[in-house]
Each structure stands twice: as C-alpha cells, then as structure tokens.
C-alpha cells in the first residue's frame, strides 16, 4: 500500500510538472483519480520506445466518469492532431497530440471509457506520454 501511494505521488508530480499546458493533470491528481489505480514509468525501460515518461491512471468509480471525458474533450482545441470514437454521443476514446514541450518532446494522452460497451470492462483509462516518438510511430507500437 505505501509503494502504491508512493507511485501515485510520483505520478502526480511528474505529470503535472510537464502537463500543465495540457490541462489534464487534475486527473491524476485531486477528486478523479485519487486512490484509483496510478502507475508512472519513467527512464530506461522506456528507452526502446523513444519515450521519456508514460503515465496511466484507471478508475472504475462511475462517478468521475463524466468529469474525466469533459477535461478530456476540453483539451481538444490544443491538440495538433487527434482521432477520436464515440458511442452514443459519449466519448469511447480519444489519442491526442499536443505540440512539443520546450524539450522537444512530443506530448500525447490516450482516453478510453470502456464501460460504454458492454463486452468491456466498466473503468476509464487515461494514459499521457511524452518523448520523441511520431504519432504514427505510437499507433504502429499499440498495434504489436
């Protein structure tokens, strides 16, 4: 349990510290994802896929469903390239990119809200990357 708080601190700094012209990092922190399960990746391990960091959080508390696809779809205007599924007018997922930081690394944040199909399970997953990898080198990755 203290390395499981210890990693959602770890992943709140990081993410908040490079995410913050994104807008999305109250979601790993505060009222959304607190005490959900959170893990952060970053250095070595991570090396092999061009990237930097890679946070993901998971929640399966229905309440903060809504307030998690509305921050989501608020950064939509700031991304530079997006592609996105919806089902039932809800936002079903989202893969965004953001323009460099002022380290040159690309920003990215995956959202998926699989309880809105019924063969899935019902949580949401918010992912943010950062690195040097392209758009298209992140799809053909997630694809393998």
């Known amino acids: 349990m203290k390395q499981l708080i210890i990693t959602i601190i770890a992943c709140i ?16 922190k ?5 005490h959900q399960e959170s893990t952060c990746t970053e250095g070595n391990s991570l090396k092999p ?10 929640t399966q508390d229905r309440r903060h469903f809504r307030y998690i696809e509305e921050v989501i779809e608020g950064n939509e ?17 989202g893969f965004y990119q953001f323009k ?4 040159g690394r690309y920003r990215y944040i995956f959202y998926r809200n699989s309880s809105l199909r019924e ?10 990357m950062e690195g ?6 992140l799809k053909k990755m997630f694809q393998k």
């Open 100 to 103: 460099p930081n002022k380290k």
């Open 49 to 58: 896929y061009k990237l930097t960091l890679f946070s993901t959080a998971t």
């Open 132 to 137: 040097y990898p392209t758009l298209a080198e």
């Open 30 to 34: 505060g009222r959304s994802m607190k």
């Open 13 to 28: 700094f990081a993410f908040a510290a490079e995410a913050q012209s994104v807008e999305a990092s109250h979601i790993f």
């Open 77 to 93: 205007d700031k991304a530079i390239d997006k592609e996105c599924g919806y089902i039932n007018g809800r936002l079903y997922y």
């Open 119 to 128: 063969d899935e399970p019902c949580e949401v997953t918010v992912v943010y």
